[in-house]
């Protein structure tokens, strides 16, 4: 075995002593912007994404996720699927299952608005589709979960985890229909644009948040916050179809039912929702990428938290949530000494 710092070993093993029943572990990580061109200048090097995988084995976690900008989109689209092809194997090296989302960066519409090194529009052929990328960052290893049967590369799909009896639902707000105007333009371009549309609505309502037994609680893994302006880049809105996600959640924590219309024309939506008789009914939190930052807020009566990035910080957060304290207790790990960072909320 190579070498272990002791404060990479003495993370681990608090990580490892945290394991009890009722408490999920994860590995947190958000923003990568992987990129190849220009000698990895600007997103995280492969050293890195190699040190978050060993630190996710060391801690032995019940599962990792990176919170979207997996890659980072300046490039044409040939980089960009490279870019992703090399970061997905790289992070294979994590043994735990591998939760990703995607992020406003990684469907490569900056590119393709002619901001970033293409100065012209680039039309909807330079875009990479939601299926398309998770089909090169998650392939086969997507039949370790459960997804949409109809849409199995949609970018939404959760796994259940009995020790803690926590189900993780992966949604993704880069959910975009990509309308061409005459001039090869976007009407919606992913960098600037989240949203979420019927069929993963649909999906949220009908299936993910159903539950036999008693004694589930749910968090959700989406790249943009659709809850929370505080995790939102100044100026921005939250993403279109948001007051439905929120709509139906509020329908699951108070077993009530309910229908919800999406109030834009290229966002059309139409969810019904009836959780009178479902058996569990407790939504803990919405974990989130984005901003770049440790930020927590409780907006439109959801808690929502973000953590700094892998690119620029370096850093990421190992995650316990003890279902019988009602605790989330975030720890921040990087590469040095360990910064003040560590987070213990209550929900
Ligand atoms: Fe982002």
Redesign the pocket.
């Known amino acids: 075995m190579d070498r272990i710092s002791n404060n990479l070993m003495d993370f681990a093993i608090a990580a490892r002593e945290s394991k009890k029943p009722g408490v999920l572990s994860f590995l947190w990580s958000?923003?990568t912007h992987f990129q190849t061109m220009d000698n990895n200048v600007w997103g995280s090097s492969p050293e890195m994404i190699e040190e978050v995988c060993r630190a996710a084995n060391l801690c032995d976690v019940d599962f990792m996720t990176v919170a979207?900008?997996l890659v980072n989109g300046y490039y044409d689209i040939t980089h960009q699927r490279r870019d992703l092809f090399i970061l997905s194997r790289l992070l294979e090296g994590c043994r735990a299952p591998l939760m990703l989302t995607m992020?406003?960066?990684d469907d490569n519409a900056w590119y393709s608005s002619g901001e970033a090194s293409r100065k012209d529009y680039g039309g909807a052929e330079h875009v990479l589709t939601k299926e398309n990328w998770y089909a090169i960052a998650m392939g086969s290893r997507l039949g370790g979960f459960v997804c949409d049967q109809e849409n199995p590369f949609g970018g939404w799909y959760y796994k259940d985890f009995p020790r803690a009896r926590i189900r993780v639902i992966a949604l993704t707000t880069t959910d975009l229909p990509y309308i061409e105007n005459p001039d090869k333009s976007l009407r919606y371009y992913g960098q600037w644009t989240y949203g979420f549309r019927q069929e993963q609505l649909r999906w949220l309502a009908e299936k993910a948040l159903r539950f036999d037994e008693e004694g589930w609680g749910v968090m959700t893994l989406t790249?943009?916050s659709y809850a929370a302006l505080a995790l939102a880049?100044p100026g921005e809105k939250l993403p279109y179809n948001s007051d439905i996600v929120m709509g139906v959640i509020d329908c699951f924590k108070n077993k009530k039912s309910g229908s919800f219309e999406g109030a834009s024309p290229d966002f059309p939506a139409e969810i019904s929702c009836d959780f009178t008789e479902n058996r569990s009914c407790e939504f803990i939190a919405s974990f989130n990428?984005?901003?770049?930052s440790d930020l927590q807020s409780e907006e439109n009566g959801i808690l929502s938290l973000s953590t700094e990035d892998l690119v620029g910080h370096r850093s990421f957060d190992l995650v316990a949530i003890d279902r019988n304290k009602r605790q989330i207790v975030c720890k921040k790990y990087c590469g040095g000494p360990r910064p003040e960072k560590d987070r213990c909320i209550t929900y």
């Open positions: 958000a923003d979207g900008d992020g406003n960066h790249h943009v880049i990428g984005h901003i770049h």
